[in-house]
């Protein structure tokens, strides 16, 4: 989960703001998925949505820098150190 930006937090780098709206959207998609009531599944089912949504997060960040340059590296390690994606995750699609 990304940290909540408080005064004394470093802002974050220039280009952030053109990703930020996309993945306050992903947030939003996984406090629903993660509210969403697990009766009647089994455990790891309800883990599943949580899952999915981390990794199209994930790969989102990862399409921006590697794929479509869009993004700086400063951005892209923004995204990594405050939690937006998962550099393990990202380190085995590069192999």
């Known amino acids: 989960m990304p940290k909540i930006r408080h ?7 220039e280009g952030f703001e053109d990703i930020e709206e996309t993945l306050q959207e992903f947030a939003r998609k996984m406090k629903d998925a993660e509210n969403e009531p697990h009766e009647g ?3 790891v ?3 599943w949505p949580i899952f999915r ?3 199209q997060r994930s790969r989102y960040v990862y ?5 479509r ?3 700086s590296k400063e951005v892209y390690d923004y995204c990594l150190k ?5 550099g393990n995750l990202i380190a085995k699609w590069k192999k």
């Open 7 to 13: 005064a004394r937090t470093k802002k974050p780098p």
């Open 45 to 47: 089912e309800s883990l």
């Open 41 to 43: 599944k089994r455990r």
């Open 82 to 86: 405050n939690g937006y994606a998962d």
């Open 69 to 71: 340059e869009a993004i």
């Open 63 to 67: 399409d921006l820098y590697y794929k």
């Open 53 to 55: 949504l981390h990794h």
